[in-house]
T-cell receptor
Framework: KAGVTQTPRYLIKTRGQQVTLSCSPISGHRSVSWYQQTPGQGLQFLFEYFSETQRNKGNFPGRFSGRQFSNSRSEMNVSTLELGDSALYLC?????????????FGPGTRLTVL | AQSVTQPDIHITVSEGASLELRCNYSYGATPYLFWYVQSPGQGLQLLLKYFSGDTLVQGIKGFEAEFKRSQSSFNLRKPSVHWSDAAEYFCAVGAASGGSYIPTFGRGTSLIVHP
């Protein structure tokens, strides 16, 4: 069974632009979560989607948004990019979204904002 | 709000030695607790998790962790470290929300293994 895939793997943008990252969960998984990892702030939870609905959201500004499609694939969007948005963005999926389900992570998208 | 403290930024052990990575959390209710490992070739991977029940939790790769409510701790242990265990380790606490949880991560402990 294929793992969690994220595209693109690397991305370079300039300040003020917007970016969309994509995540394909493991087949059959209905919960997708997004995380941001930076040297300064560490690992931080962005949001979780389950059955196309945002179930939980972390403490990030409204420039960060996401959505989930009927096939459970998810995208996250960052508008008006800032230098501080440079980070590794990780996506993770779980089977039914219950708290006891094991979470599987993708390899991440490395975003650099210039 | 919940928080996690991993007091050790770096830990160095010799291959074959035992390992204990410390994790202290702050959360008002019974927490969901997790340990993750991140290495360059493997990405981020869940080692083990605690939700309820037996306070000694077994995970993958020979790791275990013990939940001690009185000490607000969830320390990770391994009896004999292998060179391949060199990686970054993250402890996390999950606050129940919306049928799932919102995780908060510690800053991580970097494990260095000497041959």
């Amino acid at each position: 069974k294929a793992g969690v895939t994220q595209t693109p793997r690397y991305l370079i943008k300039t300040r003020g632009q917007q970016v969309t990252l994509s995540c394909s969960p493991i087949s059959g998984h209905r919960s997708v979560s997004w995380y941001q990892q930076t040297p300064g702030q560490g690992l931080q939870f962005l949001f979780e989607y389950f059955s196309e609905t945002q179930r939980n959201k972390g403490n990030f500004p409204g420039r960060f948004s996401g959505r989930q499609f009927s096939n459970s694939r998810s995208e996250m969007n960052v508008s008006t990019l800032e230098l501080g948005d440079s980070a590794l963005y990780l996506c993770a999926s779980r089977l039914a979204g219950g708290p006891t389900d094991t979470q599987y992570f993708g390899p991440g998208t490395r975003l650099t904002v210039l | 709000a919940q928080s996690v403290t991993q007091p050790d930024i770096h830990i160095t052990v010799s291959e074959g030695a035992s390992l204990e990575l410390r994790c202290n959390y702050s959360y008002g209710a019974t927490p969901y607790l997790f340990w993750y490992v991140q290495s360059p070739g493997q990405g981020l991977q869940l080692l083990l998790k605690y939700f309820s029940g037996d306070t000694l939790v077994q995970g993958i790769k020979g790791f275990e962790a013990e939940f001690k409510r009185s000490q607000s701790s969830f320390n990770l242990r391994k009896p004999s470290v292998h060179w391949s265990d060199a990686a970054e380790y993250f402890c996390a606490v999950g606050a129940a929300s919306g049928g799932s949880y919102i995780p908060t991560f510690g800053r991580g402990t970097s494990l260095i293994v000497h041959p």
